[in-house]
Protein backbone atom coordinates (compact mmCIF):
# COMPACT_ATOMS: atom_id res chain seq x y z
CA UNK A 1 0.00 0.00 0.00
CA UNK A 2 2.15 2.81 -0.81
CA UNK A 3 0.97 5.89 -2.33
CA UNK A 4 2.13 8.82 -4.51
CA UNK A 5 -0.56 10.71 -1.80
CA UNK A 6 -3.02 10.38 0.23
CA UNK A 7 -5.35 12.90 0.96
CA UNK A 8 -7.76 12.15 4.02
CA UNK A 9 -11.04 13.24 3.51
CA UNK A 10 -13.12 12.82 0.74
CA UNK A 11 -15.19 16.03 0.49
CA UNK A 12 -15.00 18.54 -2.38
CA UNK A 13 -12.02 19.78 -2.26
CA UNK A 14 -10.36 16.33 -1.05
CA UNK A 15 -11.79 14.39 -4.42
CA UNK A 16 -11.00 17.66 -6.79
CA UNK A 17 -7.38 17.84 -5.71
CA UNK A 18 -7.04 14.04 -6.07
CA UNK A 19 -8.60 13.81 -9.50
CA UNK A 20 -6.43 16.74 -10.55
CA UNK A 21 -2.82 15.31 -8.96
CA UNK A 22 -4.13 11.21 -10.95
CA UNK A 23 -4.57 12.60 -14.30
CA UNK A 24 -0.94 13.61 -13.94
CA UNK A 25 -0.63 9.90 -13.84
CA UNK A 26 0.29 9.83 -9.68
CA UNK A 27 -0.89 7.28 -7.49
CA UNK A 28 -3.34 8.61 -5.46
CA UNK A 29 -5.36 7.13 -2.62
CA UNK A 30 -8.56 9.16 -1.47
CA UNK A 31 -9.70 7.95 2.47
CA UNK A 32 -13.22 8.80 3.38
CA UNK A 33 -13.93 8.11 7.69
CA UNK A 34 -18.04 7.90 6.68
CA UNK A 35 -19.54 5.09 4.33
CA UNK A 36 -21.32 7.37 1.72
CA UNK A 37 -19.67 10.00 0.05
CA UNK A 38 -21.37 12.68 0.57
CA UNK A 39 -23.42 11.35 3.77
CA UNK A 40 -23.92 13.14 6.27
CA UNK A 41 -24.64 16.71 4.74
CA UNK A 42 -23.80 19.30 6.33
CA UNK A 43 -24.10 22.49 4.03
CA UNK A 44 -26.75 24.55 3.09
CA UNK A 45 -26.01 23.93 -0.59
CA UNK A 46 -26.22 27.58 -2.11
CA UNK A 47 -23.40 27.99 -4.67
CA UNK A 48 -23.22 30.44 -7.57
CA UNK A 49 -23.28 29.18 -11.33
CA UNK A 50 -19.54 29.87 -11.04
CA UNK A 51 -19.01 27.00 -8.78
CA UNK A 52 -20.50 24.41 -11.27
CA UNK A 53 -18.73 25.46 -13.77
CA UNK A 54 -14.94 25.40 -11.87
CA UNK A 55 -16.89 21.81 -10.54
CA UNK A 56 -17.00 20.32 -14.49
CA UNK A 57 -20.37 19.36 -12.64
CA UNK A 58 -24.27 18.40 -14.53
CA UNK A 59 -26.80 20.75 -14.48
CA UNK A 60 -28.46 17.65 -13.33
CA UNK A 61 -27.34 18.27 -9.86
CA UNK A 62 -29.43 21.56 -9.55
CA UNK A 63 -32.63 21.68 -7.38
CA UNK A 64 -33.72 25.36 -7.90
CA UNK A 65 -32.23 29.01 -8.90
CA UNK A 66 -32.46 31.78 -6.67
CA UNK A 67 -33.10 35.52 -7.56
CA UNK A 68 -33.01 37.36 -4.65
CA UNK A 69 -33.67 37.63 -1.01
CA UNK A 70 -35.77 39.31 2.08
CA UNK A 71 -33.50 40.59 4.28
CA UNK A 72 -35.30 41.22 7.52
CA UNK A 73 -33.52 43.32 10.34
CA UNK A 74 -34.05 43.03 14.23
CA UNK A 75 -37.10 45.74 14.57
CA UNK A 76 -38.91 44.08 11.74
CA UNK A 77 -37.81 45.80 8.92
CA UNK A 78 -37.52 43.98 5.34
CA UNK A 79 -35.15 45.03 2.38
CA UNK A 80 -36.26 42.50 -0.97
CA UNK A 81 -33.55 42.40 -3.28
CA UNK A 82 -34.54 40.94 -6.80
CA UNK A 83 -33.13 40.13 -10.02
CA UNK A 84 -34.00 38.98 -13.46
CA UNK A 85 -30.88 36.50 -13.64
CA UNK A 86 -30.47 33.59 -11.13
CA UNK A 87 -27.76 34.67 -8.92
CA UNK A 88 -27.48 31.62 -6.68
CA UNK A 89 -28.22 27.88 -7.45
CA UNK A 90 -29.79 25.33 -4.89
CA UNK A 91 -28.06 22.04 -5.56
CA UNK A 92 -28.09 18.36 -4.64
CA UNK A 93 -25.30 18.61 -2.41
CA UNK A 94 -24.82 14.49 -1.71
CA UNK A 95 -24.86 14.33 -5.15
CA UNK A 96 -22.57 16.94 -6.12
CA UNK A 97 -20.22 15.30 -3.67
CA UNK A 98 -20.17 12.38 -5.50
CA UNK A 99 -20.07 13.43 -9.12
CA UNK A 100 -16.90 14.69 -7.50
CA UNK A 101 -15.71 11.68 -6.45
CA UNK A 102 -16.60 9.34 -9.53
CA UNK A 103 -14.76 12.28 -11.41
CA UNK A 104 -11.72 11.27 -9.28
CA UNK A 105 -12.51 7.79 -9.47
CA UNK A 106 -12.58 7.86 -12.94
CA UNK A 107 -8.69 10.10 -13.10
CA UNK A 108 -7.49 6.85 -11.89
CA UNK A 109 -7.70 7.78 -7.82
CA UNK A 110 -8.57 5.18 -5.27
CA UNK A 111 -11.37 6.11 -2.78
CA UNK A 112 -11.82 4.05 0.56
CA UNK A 113 -15.38 4.81 1.93
CA UNK A 114 -15.61 3.80 5.75
CA UNK A 115 -11.93 4.47 6.74
CA UNK A 116 -10.80 6.60 9.63
CA UNK A 117 -7.20 7.60 8.89
CA UNK A 118 -5.02 8.81 11.53
CA UNK A 119 -1.19 10.21 10.48
CA UNK A 120 1.68 8.27 11.67
CA UNK A 121 5.45 8.81 11.51
CA UNK A 122 7.75 11.11 8.92
CA UNK A 123 10.43 9.40 7.35
CA UNK A 124 13.03 11.06 5.05
CA UNK A 125 11.33 9.85 1.88
CA UNK A 126 7.49 9.13 3.23
CA UNK A 127 5.09 9.08 6.14
CA UNK A 128 2.82 6.63 7.14
CA UNK A 129 -0.70 6.37 7.65
CA UNK A 130 -3.12 4.36 9.83
CA UNK A 131 -6.41 2.92 7.86
CA UNK A 132 -9.05 1.72 10.26
CA UNK A 133 -12.33 0.34 9.27
CA UNK A 134 -15.04 -2.10 10.83
CA UNK A 135 -12.42 -5.07 9.13
CA UNK A 136 -9.48 -4.19 11.11
CA UNK A 137 -6.92 -1.62 10.55
CA UNK A 138 -3.83 -1.26 7.90
CA UNK A 139 -0.63 1.11 7.54
CA UNK A 140 0.05 2.47 4.26
CA UNK A 141 2.62 4.99 2.68
CA UNK A 142 2.66 7.97 1.10
CA UNK A 143 5.34 10.37 -0.35
CA UNK A 144 2.67 13.18 0.25
CA UNK A 145 0.24 13.73 2.47
CA UNK A 146 -3.06 15.96 2.19
CA UNK A 147 -5.50 16.75 4.86
CA UNK A 148 -9.12 17.52 3.74
CA UNK A 149 -10.45 16.34 6.66
CA UNK A 150 -12.83 19.75 8.02
CA UNK A 151 -12.47 22.12 10.38
CA UNK A 152 -11.19 19.51 13.20
CA UNK A 153 -8.59 18.74 10.86
CA UNK A 154 -6.76 16.09 12.62
CA UNK A 155 -4.01 16.26 9.61
CA UNK A 156 -3.52 20.06 10.28
CA UNK A 157 -3.18 19.27 14.43
CA UNK A 158 -0.34 16.84 13.27
CA UNK A 159 1.61 19.44 11.67
CA UNK A 160 0.95 21.91 14.35
CA UNK A 161 -0.68 24.06 12.02
CA UNK A 162 -2.30 27.25 13.34
CA UNK A 163 -5.84 27.51 14.16
CA UNK A 164 -8.67 29.55 12.61
CA UNK A 165 -9.43 33.22 14.30
CA UNK A 166 -12.97 31.85 14.83
CA UNK A 167 -15.65 29.12 14.62
CA UNK A 168 -19.26 29.61 13.62
CA UNK A 169 -21.46 26.60 14.77
CA UNK A 170 -24.85 26.44 13.38
CA UNK A 171 -28.11 24.52 13.63
CA UNK A 172 -29.47 23.84 10.39
CA UNK A 173 -32.21 21.56 8.67
CA UNK A 174 -34.17 20.04 5.89
CA UNK A 175 -37.98 21.10 6.62
CA UNK A 176 -41.04 20.47 4.90
CA UNK A 177 -42.01 24.25 4.68
CA UNK A 178 -44.47 26.27 2.35
CA UNK A 179 -42.55 27.97 0.09
CA UNK A 180 -44.40 30.81 -1.87
CA UNK A 181 -41.66 32.49 -3.44
CA UNK A 182 -39.40 29.76 -4.55
CA UNK A 183 -36.78 32.14 -5.74
CA UNK A 184 -35.98 33.98 -3.07
CA UNK A 185 -34.32 33.10 0.41
CA UNK A 186 -34.47 34.53 3.57
CA UNK A 187 -32.12 36.07 5.71
CA UNK A 188 -32.66 37.29 9.64
CA UNK A 189 -30.15 39.57 11.30
CA UNK A 190 -29.58 40.35 14.80
CA UNK A 191 -27.60 39.90 18.00
CA UNK A 192 -30.91 38.25 19.57
CA UNK A 193 -31.66 36.16 16.48
CA UNK A 194 -28.05 34.91 15.36
CA UNK A 195 -25.31 36.95 17.35
CA UNK A 196 -21.85 37.40 15.27
CA UNK A 197 -24.14 35.87 12.40
CA UNK A 198 -27.33 35.44 10.37
CA UNK A 199 -30.50 32.80 10.26
CA UNK A 200 -31.45 31.77 6.60
CA UNK A 201 -34.72 29.94 4.64
CA UNK A 202 -33.24 28.82 1.10
CA UNK A 203 -36.37 27.08 -0.77
CA UNK A 204 -35.35 23.50 -2.54
CA UNK A 205 -39.09 24.11 -3.80
CA UNK A 206 -42.69 24.73 -2.97
CA UNK A 207 -42.93 22.55 -0.53
CA UNK A 208 -39.20 21.71 0.95
CA UNK A 209 -36.45 24.19 2.14
CA UNK A 210 -33.11 24.05 3.99
CA UNK A 211 -33.66 26.17 7.61
CA UNK A 212 -30.64 27.08 9.70
CA UNK A 213 -28.95 29.53 11.91
CA UNK A 214 -25.38 30.35 12.74
CA UNK A 215 -23.44 32.09 15.91
CA UNK A 216 -20.17 33.56 17.05
CA UNK A 217 -19.11 32.51 20.69
CA UNK A 218 -17.94 29.36 22.61
CA UNK A 219 -21.09 30.12 25.22
CA UNK A 220 -24.18 30.75 22.06
CA UNK A 221 -26.00 27.90 21.93
CA UNK A 222 -27.35 27.44 18.26
CA UNK A 223 -30.17 25.31 18.27
CA UNK A 224 -31.27 27.84 21.64
CA UNK A 225 -31.20 30.60 18.85
CA UNK A 226 -32.57 28.51 15.78
CA UNK A 227 -36.00 28.07 18.10
CA UNK A 228 -36.01 31.64 18.78
CA UNK A 229 -35.93 32.56 15.14
CA UNK A 230 -38.60 29.85 14.39
CA UNK A 231 -40.79 31.50 17.23
CA UNK A 232 -40.02 34.86 16.38
CA UNK A 233 -41.09 34.31 12.50
CA UNK A 234 -44.43 32.59 13.14
CA UNK A 235 -46.28 34.02 9.73
CA UNK A 236 -42.40 31.98 7.74
CA UNK A 237 -42.30 29.29 9.74
CA UNK A 238 -46.03 28.17 10.01
CA UNK A 239 -46.51 24.74 9.47
CA UNK A 240 -42.73 23.15 9.31
CA UNK A 241 -41.48 19.96 10.01
CA UNK A 242 -37.95 18.77 10.44
CA UNK A 243 -36.63 16.09 8.00
CA UNK A 244 -33.39 16.20 9.14
CA UNK A 245 -30.60 18.05 10.87
CA UNK A 246 -27.66 19.19 8.69
CA UNK A 247 -25.88 21.64 11.11
CA UNK A 248 -22.01 21.85 11.27
CA UNK A 249 -19.07 24.16 11.53
CA UNK A 250 -17.23 26.14 9.57
CA UNK A 251 -13.93 28.27 10.37
CA UNK A 252 -13.27 32.15 9.72
CA UNK A 253 -10.00 33.79 8.82
CA UNK A 254 -7.05 33.36 6.74
CA UNK A 255 -4.77 30.55 7.56
CA UNK A 256 -1.11 31.90 7.80
CA UNK A 257 -0.02 27.82 7.06
CA UNK A 258 -1.35 25.81 5.03
CA UNK A 259 1.88 22.96 4.23
CA UNK A 260 4.08 21.56 7.21
CA UNK A 261 6.17 18.23 6.49
CA UNK A 262 5.31 16.18 2.98
CA UNK A 263 1.87 17.96 4.23
CA UNK A 264 -0.56 20.53 2.61
CA UNK A 265 -4.47 21.41 3.75
CA UNK A 266 -7.03 22.25 1.47
CA UNK A 267 -10.61 22.89 2.43
CA UNK A 268 -12.49 23.83 5.36
CA UNK A 269 -8.87 21.96 7.15
CA UNK A 270 -7.08 25.41 5.14
CA UNK A 271 -9.59 27.43 5.88
CA UNK A 272 -10.64 28.29 2.82
CA UNK A 273 -14.29 29.62 3.44
CA UNK A 274 -16.03 33.00 3.27
CA UNK A 275 -15.99 35.40 6.36
CA UNK A 276 -19.41 37.02 5.41
CA UNK A 277 -21.57 33.84 4.20
CA UNK A 278 -19.75 30.80 5.53
CA UNK A 279 -19.50 29.27 2.14
CA UNK A 280 -16.55 26.79 1.57
CA UNK A 281 -17.15 25.04 -1.76
CA UNK A 282 -16.12 27.66 -4.09
CA UNK A 283 -12.83 28.37 -2.11
CA UNK A 284 -12.07 24.80 -1.56
CA UNK A 285 -12.38 23.89 -5.16
CA UNK A 286 -9.74 26.98 -5.79
CA UNK A 287 -7.55 25.95 -3.26
CA UNK A 288 -7.45 21.92 -4.54
CA UNK A 289 -6.52 23.58 -7.98
CA UNK A 290 -3.52 25.70 -6.28
CA UNK A 291 -2.85 22.39 -3.82
CA UNK A 292 -2.87 20.23 -6.66
CA UNK A 293 -0.18 22.31 -9.14
CA UNK A 294 2.11 22.77 -6.31
CA UNK A 295 1.75 18.78 -5.18
CA UNK A 296 2.34 17.99 -8.75
CA UNK A 297 5.27 19.85 -8.76
CA UNK A 298 6.88 18.50 -6.06
CA UNK A 299 6.46 15.13 -6.98
CA UNK A 300 7.89 15.45 -10.15
CA UNK A 301 10.94 17.03 -8.80
CA UNK A 302 11.26 14.83 -6.14
CA UNK A 303 11.32 18.11 -3.47
CA UNK A 304 9.19 17.81 -1.12
CA UNK A 305 10.54 19.60 1.48
CA UNK A 306 8.97 22.67 3.52
CA UNK A 307 10.18 24.97 1.60
CA UNK A 308 8.98 23.91 -1.75
CA UNK A 309 6.01 23.19 -0.62
CA UNK A 310 5.47 27.06 1.00
CA UNK A 311 4.90 28.14 -2.58
CA UNK A 312 1.05 26.74 -2.09
CA UNK A 313 0.67 29.27 0.64
CA UNK A 314 2.25 32.18 -1.73
CA UNK A 315 -0.59 30.95 -4.65
CA UNK A 316 -3.28 31.17 -2.22
CA UNK A 317 -2.42 34.81 -0.57
CA UNK A 318 -1.93 35.75 -4.04
CA UNK A 319 -5.33 34.89 -5.45
CA UNK A 320 -7.58 35.10 -2.33
CA UNK A 321 -6.20 36.98 0.24
CA UNK A 322 -7.26 40.51 -0.18
CA UNK A 323 -11.03 39.03 -1.03
CA UNK A 324 -10.86 37.79 2.23
CA UNK A 325 -8.77 40.17 4.20
CA UNK A 326 -11.46 42.79 3.07
CA UNK A 327 -14.37 40.47 3.79
CA UNK A 328 -12.92 40.33 7.65
CA UNK A 329 -12.48 44.10 7.82
CA UNK A 330 -16.82 44.01 6.82
CA UNK A 331 -17.50 41.20 8.94
CA UNK A 332 -15.61 42.94 11.62
CA UNK A 333 -17.37 46.25 11.35
CA UNK A 334 -20.97 44.38 11.69
CA UNK A 335 -19.91 42.44 14.64
CA UNK A 336 -20.21 46.09 16.39
CA UNK A 337 -23.69 46.99 15.18
CA UNK A 338 -26.38 47.19 17.63
CA UNK A 339 -29.72 46.18 16.56
CA UNK A 340 -30.81 49.86 15.78
CA UNK A 341 -27.88 50.15 13.89
CA UNK A 342 -28.38 47.36 11.54
CA UNK A 343 -32.05 48.40 11.39
CA UNK A 344 -31.31 52.14 10.31
CA UNK A 345 -28.75 50.72 7.88
CA UNK A 346 -31.83 48.50 6.18
CA UNK A 347 -34.11 51.42 5.88
CA UNK A 348 -31.24 53.46 4.38
CA UNK A 349 -30.81 50.56 1.35
CA UNK A 350 -34.43 49.74 1.08
CA UNK A 351 -34.28 52.46 -1.94
CA UNK A 352 -34.29 52.17 -5.59
CA UNK A 353 -30.85 53.17 -5.65
CA UNK A 354 -29.36 51.00 -3.46
CA UNK A 355 -31.46 47.72 -4.12
CA UNK A 356 -29.76 48.31 -7.83
CA UNK A 357 -26.48 48.44 -6.61
CA UNK A 358 -26.62 45.67 -4.51
CA UNK A 359 -28.75 43.42 -7.44
CA UNK A 360 -25.72 44.57 -9.69
CA UNK A 361 -22.99 43.61 -7.58
CA UNK A 362 -24.01 41.18 -5.37
CA UNK A 363 -21.99 37.94 -5.95
CA UNK A 364 -21.80 35.62 -3.16
CA UNK A 365 -18.32 34.25 -4.32
CA UNK A 366 -16.61 37.83 -4.06
CA UNK A 367 -18.76 40.01 -1.56
CA UNK A 368 -16.18 42.40 -1.38
CA UNK A 369 -17.29 43.42 -4.68
CA UNK A 370 -20.59 44.89 -3.35
CA UNK A 371 -19.09 45.49 0.12
CA UNK A 372 -16.47 48.45 -1.50
CA UNK A 373 -19.35 50.13 -3.05
CA UNK A 374 -21.57 49.80 0.19
CA UNK A 375 -18.99 51.26 2.01
CA UNK A 376 -19.86 55.03 0.82
CA UNK A 377 -23.44 54.54 2.48
CA UNK A 378 -23.57 57.36 5.15
CA UNK A 379 -24.61 54.63 8.08
CA UNK A 380 -21.73 51.55 7.06
CA UNK A 381 -19.35 54.58 6.30
CA UNK A 382 -19.05 55.83 9.99
CA UNK A 383 -18.79 52.82 10.95
CA UNK A 384 -16.18 52.04 7.88
CA UNK A 385 -13.82 54.67 8.42
CA UNK A 386 -14.21 55.17 12.27
CA UNK A 387 -12.47 51.16 12.26
CA UNK A 388 -9.95 52.39 9.96
CA UNK A 389 -9.23 55.38 12.23
CA UNK A 390 -8.87 53.45 15.08
CA UNK A 391 -6.91 51.08 13.12
CA UNK A 392 -4.13 54.19 12.18
CA UNK A 393 -4.48 55.04 16.04
CA UNK A 394 -3.33 51.78 16.93
CA UNK A 395 -0.55 51.28 14.45
CA UNK A 396 0.48 55.01 15.69
Known sequence: MNYDVIVIGGGPAGCETARIIAEKGYKVLVAEEHRKIGEPMQCAGLVSPRTLKTASMPDAVILNQIRGAFVHSPGGEVLPIRDQKAYA???DRSEFDRKLSEQAQCAGAEILTGFRASVGEFFSDEASVKLKSRGGESI????????????NSRVALRINAPAA?????MCAAEVELNCPEIDMVHIFLGREIAPGWFGWVIPVDEKRARVGI????RDKHPKYY???????YPEIFKGMNILRG???VVPIGMLPRNYGERTLLVGDAACQTKPISGGGLYLGLL???LCAKVAAD????GNLSIEFLSEYQWLWEREMEDEIQTALEHRNIFLTMSDKEMDTLIRFFNSPLWRSVISRYGDIDYPSWLAGRLSFARPWAQRFFMAGFKKILNYC
Not at 140 to 151: E, K, S
Not at 165 to 169: D, G, K, Q, Y
Not at 214 to 217: D, R, T, Y
Not at 226 to 232: A, D, G, L, S
Request: hydrophobic share 45%; no cysteine; aromatic share 2%.
Open 140 to 151: ARTRLLIGADGV
Open 214 to 217: GVSG
Open 89 to 91: LVI
Open 165 to 169: ENVIR
Open 246 to 248: TGG
Open 226 to 232: FNRMVET
Open 287 to 289: GAK
Open 298 to 301: ALSK
